[in-house]
């Protein structure tokens, strides 16, 4: 069982930047994918950024050269830097840990940005 603490979070004027940060009850290093996900009202759950262990990291369309997704294994910590925050970024923001089988999920950390 993999436990995920996200935090991070908060009020940020659009243009700004904020880093959120997951860390987890157990090294990352061997864990296959390590993400970020949000979700808006009313709408679906969607992947923001993603790390496999190798180091390949996908991103969604709308982050791209926004957003960078990184680790520090010593710290069992993946975070998301988030730059030039725009007000669609507003969402939850969970952390997600996919070990092949295995599922886990952050309790999510509130992202709002204002105009």
């Known amino acids: 069982q993999v436990q995920l603490v996200e935090s991070g979070g908060g009020l940020v004027q659009a243009g700004g930047s904020l880093r959120l940060s997951c860390t987890a009850s157990?090294?990352?290093?061997?864990?296959?994918?390590m993400g970020w996900y949000r979700q808006a009202p009313g709408k679906q759950r969607e992947l923001v950024a993603a790390?496999?262990?190798?180091?390949?990291?996908n991103y969604a369309d709308s982050v791209k050269g926004r957003f960078t997704i990184s680790r520090d294994n010593a710290k069992n910590t993946v975070y998301l830097q988030m730059n030039s925050l725009k007000t669609e970024d507003n969402a939850v923001y969970y952390c997600n840990a996919d070990d092949f089988s295995k599922d886990y999920w952050g309790q999510g950390t509130q992202v709002t940005v204002s105009s």
């Open positions: 157990q090294n990352i290093f061997s864990i296959n994918r």
């Open positions: 790390l496999t262990s190798g180091g390949s990291t």
